[in-house]
Structures are given as structure tokens and as C-alpha cells.
């Protein structure tokens, strides 16, 4: 399993810089808005199922978490 969710959080990562740059144009109303948004929530939702499984002390994450985390890292 881990290989997998490794393989997923790699394409999550691209997909995350891409939703990022969109929300923070100011263009969309709503982060779902966002045209990459269904996209990172696929791979949230699959890295998730996989987690839920594998790990046991697991924090999910979501595409509003993840655009969170990367604004508080800038």
C-alpha cells in the first residue's frame, strides 16, 4: 500500500501547485470552482481509502486542507 499512496502523493503534489495558483488568482468564488479541484479531491479521496486501511493514526486530507497547509507553509 504504501507504494501506491507514494505514487498518488506524487501526482497530488502537481495537482496541488495547479489548485493552489487557481485560488489564489482571486478568478473563482469557490475553491470547488477551481478547474483542477475535482482532480486533487480524486486523489485525496483514493490516498484516504488507502490510508484508512494502512494507517491507523491517519489524518485525512481534503483538496481545502491541503491549500491550507501550503499557505501556512509560505
Known amino acids: 500500500m504504501e507504494h501506491a499512496v507514494e505514487r498518488l502523493m506524487a501526482y497530488l503534489d502537481i495537482e496541488q501547485v495547479k489548485l493552489i495558483r487557481e485560488w489564489s488568482s482571486g478568478e473563482y468564488k469557490k475553491l470547488s470552482d477551481c478547474p ?15 490510508n ?22 509560505l
Open 52 to 73: 484508512k486501511h494502512w494507517m491507523r493514526d491517519y489524518e485525512p486530507i481534503s483538496p481545502r486542507s491541503l491549500v491550507q497547509e501550503r499557505r501556512r507553509e
Open 36 to 50: 483542477s479541484y475535482e482532480t486533487v479531491k480524486a486523489y485525496c479521496d483514493a490516498i484516504n481509502i488507502l
